[in-house]
């Protein structure tokens, strides 16, 4: 089993910056496939990024060029800053994990991880 616990959410302005972090413990990620999705008030959790153990990533169009998904294998810690934050950026962020890439479509998809943390909010203030 995995665990996944986020951090770094917050409050921030438009155009602001912030960076989360999602620790791990229980097995090592450094042959794990981990996402980011997010989840906004009313709507269904969505991809973010994601980032293979060969260090290739993956973004949804909307964070392409302000998002970066990477990882810390020695800490066993994964990332995701923010930059160039946009009030639609407003939602609960979660941490997610799978042994194996599930493949182009399937890598944005909620059930092709089994592993979950519990989420941080970030808040995006025009």
């Known amino acids: 089993q995995m665990q996944l616990v986020e951090s770094g959410g917050g409050l921030v302005q438009a155009g602001g910056s912030l960076r989360l972090s999602c620790a791990a413990s229980?097995?090592?990620?450094?042959?794990?496939?981990m996402g980011w999705f997010r989840q906004a008030p009313g709507k269904e959790r969505e991809f973010v990024a994601a980032?293979?153990?060969?260090?290739?990533?993956y973004y949804t169009n909307s964070v392409e060029g302000r998002f970066t998904i990477s990882k810390d294998n020695a800490k066993n810690m994964l990332y995701l800053q923010m930059n160039s934050l946009k009030p639609e950026d407003t939602a609960v962020y979660y941490c997610?994990?799978?042994?194996?890439?599930?493949?182009?479509?399937?890598?944005?998809?909620?059930?092709?991880?089994?592993?979950w943390g519990q989420g941080t909010q970030v808040t995006v203030s025009s």
């Open positions: 997610a994990a799978r042994q194996g890439d599930p493949g182009a479509e399937l890598r944005t998809r909620v059930l092709s991880y089994p592993y």
């Open positions: 980032i293979r153990w060969t260090d290739s990533t």
């Open positions: 229980g097995r090592t990620i450094n042959y794990y496939f």
